[in-house]
């Protein structure tokens, strides 16, 4: 009777199903109120903003409308933003005295760029460094060393080279919107100006725009083709504001953190000026088409079309 009992028992236990969804569900997306289309039209816009809608219309909204924040954990660990910021301000340093003059193979002091991160580093963190701090401000000197030696010195060997703008915060106003941003350096080379934004990683995969795959009549190509549209927005609020023609300004990307430095760290929004025309046209119609998007009520804030890749990291899930 006792084995019946058990046999029974497992029996039941064999037939027990589990109706179980482990999908994640997507997030609802949230309509615009009169005074949420009043704030963004009186809003600056800027290249960040921009590629953060394109990413997740939901996240634009809770970073830009609401301003939420992540939360910061005290801790000794130096992060990659921090890095970013160190290496931006030790480049601001070493070359402002250059600003206004043509820069000359005699004003650059490699040695001289480990004493600006030095100080850089006694200003925000103390005195005494050791450990994982110690390594990696030798890094940061290590690496701006070879920028200066193998990217910037050849340069100044085939260009005549003026700094015109450091850290050059830059406004401007287009079809009642109002445009923002700050641009790391802004040099001319001859009769062409180049807008330059430091980048300390190594993978431009994150900053191209692929206009083989970009449809502009077709929305949902946008966010697929185009990973960040600072480029050429940058492009638009210089030509904005100084009226210079589109084929004489060349905005680059300056990759810091590769291996291998050299002139190839230097990454063009397009090199040939025909080129550069055709391809700003489409990002400007991509550029105002947003911004419209953005302030027009009837459009809702949405979730991102891709959840599995950008919600798993997203801070405001």
């Known amino acids: 009777q006792q084995q019946k009992g058990l046999q029974a028992a497992t029996d039941a236990i064999r037939t027990v199903q589990y109706r179980v969804n482990l999908a994640n569900a997507a997030p609802s997306s949230i309509a615009k109120s009169e005074d949420v289309v009043r704030f963004l039209k009186s809003m600056p ?21 609401l301003r939420l924040e992540e939360r910061e954990e005290a801790g000794e660990d130096i992060e990659n933003q921090d890095i970013g910021l160190l290496v931006h301000a030790a480049l601001k340093v070493y070359f402002q005295g250059a600003v206004g003059k043509t820069l000359t193979k005699e004003q ?16 925000h963190f103390g005195g005494e460094d050791a450990g994982t701090l110690y390594l990696i401000k030798r890094q940061i000197v290590r690496q701006l060393e070879k920028f200066l030696r193998e990217y910037q010195l050849p340069v100044l060997e085939t260009s005549r080279v003026t700094i015109e703008e450091l850290e050059h915060p ?34 431009d995969s994150f900053a191209n725009i692929n206009f083989k795959k970009l449809d502009v009549d077709v929305r949902e190509t946008w966010s697929q083709a185009i990973s960040s549209l600072q480029l050429p927005f940058y492009l ?3 030509t904005l504001k100084t009226g210079t023609d589109v ?21 063009e929004f397009a090199e040939d000026p ?9 990002a400007e119609k991509v550029i105002f088409t947003l911004m419209d998007e953005i302030v027009d009520r009837p459009t809702s804030f949405e979730p991102t079309s891709d959840l599995q890749k950008n919600c798993p990291t997203c801070p405001f899930s």
């Open 247 to 267: 084929r004489n300004v060349r905005p680059a990307y300056l990759f810091l953190g590769r291996n291998d430095i050299g002139k190839e760290i230097e990454t």
């Open 274 to 282: 025909n080129e550069r025309v055709e391809n700003f046209a489409i």
């Open 108 to 123: 650059i002091d490699v040695e001289a760029i480990g004493d600006v991160v030095d100080g850089l580093f006694s200003e």
């Open 45 to 65: 816009f800027n290249a960040s903003g921009l590629d953060l809608y394109l990413q997740c219309p939901l996240k634009f909204y809770y970073s830009k409308v």
């Open 170 to 203: 830059i406004r401007a106003d287009r079809k009642g919107f109002r445009l923002d941003g700050r641009i790391d350096r802004i040099e001319r080379r001859g009769e062409d100006v180049f807008i330059l934004d430091y980048k300390t990683g190594r993978d």
């Open 236 to 238: 638009l609020l210089y």
